[in-house]
């Protein structure tokens, strides 16, 4: 019994081995944890750019990963730190050594050495027609995808809250992008910008979509009411209250087409607990002590509204969540 055992060991071990390396990016992206841990929203034709830092986020906000901006061509060729290269990133070279790292686990577990079960040239000939078969498939299918992300318009009617400056038409003539040019604000504009701080935290708090609705883009509405469904599936309720403005400063500030925007940094308290629905066992945070964010958010208005034209179009975060 006991030589069984031991012959079945290194079997185990390299099934072990096999399941993390198919799985790793699975693993990968298990961790990237929910909307107020990356970035998301729109900041017109500056969505996939940085933001300049300022005295309250002096490091780089998170980029943008869920937006319904389309991204410029040159940000599809080269992906922001942090994102995923969609499609086959590896390329052909890469399915290569991966299909004959496969192979080679396979001898391994059949007892025909690390590269035994490919030793005929005909087993080795069979298996490079396959790979480059398997090649050619995704290289379709990713020619595919990139020809509907880049043309969205041929798609039929827009995205539900897509905005005017997201996408082109047609077959003609790309539009040309609006003009941008900086702005200054209105003193009145910074307190509109604590208020919508306290406001959104408080329906979000609350899961109230009609207020996130008027206070936010249709996007940004979308993404947090997302959020809030998938708590309500797990059973769990996040509470938010005593939320205070700590600093704020502006990033920039900006006018394209018929719309302004403006980016700000802020760091602020708050008290901010998870419990489950049902029970009210808290899951995490403390009712008693707050937490400290700083966040850059980027708000959205038509030009000439005034303070209570913003609504909230973008949230980046620049460090998680401490304690006070």
């Given at each position: 019994m006991s030589s069984v055992r031991a012959r079945k060991r290194p079997l185990f071990k390299i099934l072990l081995i096999a399941s993390a390396l198919a799985l790793s990016p699975a693993l990968a992206e298990a961790g990237m944890g929910d909307l107020f841990r990356g970035g998301a929203g729109s900041r017109g034709s500056r969505t996939f750019t940085p933001s300049p830092p300022t005295r309250t986020a002096p490091t780089t906000a998170t980029p943008i990963q869920r937006s319904i901006t389309t991204p410029?061509?040159?940000a599809q060729q080269t992906p922001l730190p942090g994102m995923a290269t969609p499609g086959f990133g590896r390329g052909f070279m890469g399915g290569l050594?991966?299909?004959l790292l496969g192979a080679g686990l396979f001898g391994m577990l059949t007892?025909?050495?690390l590269w035994g079960g490919m030793m005929g040239f005909a087993s080795f000939i069979g298996l490079l027609l396959?790979?480059?078969l398997l090649f050619l498939l995704g290289s379709f299918?990713?020619?595919y995808w990139r020809n509907r992300q880049g043309a969205p318009a041929m798609a039929g009617s827009p995205r539900p809250g897509a905005s005017a400056f997201a996408g082109g038409g047609g077959f003609g003539p790309a539009p040309r992008r609006p003009r941008v040019e900086p702005i200054q604000l209105a003193a009145a504009d910074f307190p509109a910008f604590e208020r919508a701080l306290t406001q959104i935290q408080d329906a979000y708090s609350?899961?109230?979509g009609a207020a996130l609705g008027r206070i936010a883009t249709a996007e940004m509405a979308g993404y947090l009411q997302e959020e809030l469904i998938e708590k309500?599936?797990?059973?769990l309720v996040n509470r938010i209250s005593d939320v205070k403005l700590l600093q704020g400063d502006l990033s920039e500030a900006w006018r394209e087409g018929a719309d302004e925007y403006a980016t700000v940094a802020m760091r602020f308290s708050m008290i901010d607990v998870t419990q489950e629905r049902e029970s009210g066992k808290i899951v995490s945070g403390d009712p008693s002590r707050p937490t400290q964010s700083t966040e850059v958010w980027t708000f959205r208005r038509r030009a000439g509204a005034g303070p209570?034209?913003?609504?909230?179009?973008a949230m980046q975060q620049t460090e998680f969540r401490k304690a006070s």
């Open positions: 410029p061509s040159s050594a991966g299909g007892g025909h050495g396959q790979i480059g299918a990713y020619a609350r899961e109230d309500r599936r797990r059973g209570e034209g913003w609504v909230l179009s």
